[in-house]
């Protein structure tokens, strides 16, 4: 555990820094999808289009200052702005908390992120743009095996092969799934309102749909996920797909029973993201290793066995990693 003023500064920073990025993943997640800079112009307020100046676009701090009203046209700010800072914030914090003062804490903020990001962006057009999906992908492979080389005793090959299996798993699982359910859909006659479009025949092999466009799951899935396993190994993979399945089932579950609508409007973008914030912050694989442990070794002298730990990417992960210990 890190203490005292130490704790509080590093804290502190990681949370400074996520409300910022926060403010930014704002700009992205309006943006990105309309297919607008994330740089310039400024933001403006959607009401009366006047430029935010910058004391009144501090993360949290202007909302709550302004009462979530626009300074000039007293408009209403969405609560979603200070709410997405807050939680990058506390994914910040999170990913602090979880890998201590290594390389690995910043590439995990900034994946946490990306993550928020790509759920958003979701959640508003049942979209994940290939900027973050591939893009994050491409990143993962590239900078994730440098980073745990650098940062503990793996070598880069295996930290490299590590990633590749990952995203082999999670897109290779995924497009499996859909590519299956197609087929089996059109075996069984079913038809679908996007798929194939209206008056046209359906995909042979031939062509690419056939491969690459599924009904009912978007190939933007397939490389969110693929960007995950990439980040997250086979393990965080399986571990992202179960939460995900399980938040999937209680949230289309809980809309049911609230709305009487069983087509949830919700799709498996957010579940995702949620899915592998929370394999990050509790591997369940790895409790999954160490009650093993702890049942292999009850009744020896070694009988205490770790507790659930940290994630295993230091080492092999049985060793508790919390905080900052020395
Ligand atoms: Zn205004």
New binding site residues.
């Given amino acids: 555990m890190i203490e005292g003023l130490g704790a509080s500064f590093i804290y502190g920073s990681a949370l400074a820094f996520g409300l910022v990025v926060g403010s930014f993943l704002n700009v992205v997640a309006h943006r990105l999808p309309l297919g607008e800079s994330v740089v310039s112009p400024r933001s403006r307020?959607p009401?009366?289009e006047?430029p935010i100046a910058a004391w009144d676009n501090l993360p949290v701090l202007s909302y709550a200052l302004l009462a979530g009203r626009?300074r000039?046209?007293?408009?209403r700010i969405s609560l979603r702005y200070p709410a997405v800072e807050l939680v990058t914030g506390m994914l910040f914090v999170a990913m602090a908390w979880q890998f201590g003062p290594t390389l690995l804490a910043p590439v995990f903020m900034l994946f946490s992120a990306a993550l928020l990001a790509a759920g958003l962006i979701d959640f508003d057009h049942q979209i994940i743009p290939d900027e973050i999906s591939l893009g994050g992908f491409v990143v993962g492979l590239v900078v994730v095996p440098l980073v745990r080389s650098l940062d503990a005793d793996t070598a880069y090959a295996s930290a490299l092969v590590w990633s590749l299996q990952g995203a082999a798993l999670g897109g290779g699982l995924l497009w499996t799934v859909g590519f299956l359910h197609a087929r089996v859909a059109v075996g069984l006659g079913r038809s679908f309102p996007h798929w194939p479009g209206e008056g046209e025949a359906l995909p042979t092999p031939r062509e690419a749909d056939y491969w690459l466009w599924f009904p009912g799951l978007g190939l933007g899935d397939v490389k969110f996920l693929a960007m995950i396993g990439a980040f997250l190994g086979p393990w965080g993979v399986l571990d992202t797909i179960l939460i995900a399945s399980v938040l999937g089932l209680l949230v289309g579950g809980c809309w049911g029973l609230a709305t009487r609508n069983w087509q949830s409007p919700f799709g498996f973008g957010p579940a995702l993201a949620a899915g592998a914030v929370l394999s990050l912050l509790w591997p369940l694989h790895e409790w999954g290793l160490n009650l093993a442990l702890a049942g292999a070794l009850a009744g020896s002298s070694a009988s205490r066995a770790p507790l659930p730990g940290a994630w295993g990417l230091r080492n092999d992960g049985l060793v508790p990693q919390h905080g900052f210990e020395p």
């Fill in positions: 307020c009401g009366c006047s626009c000039k046209c007293r408009q």
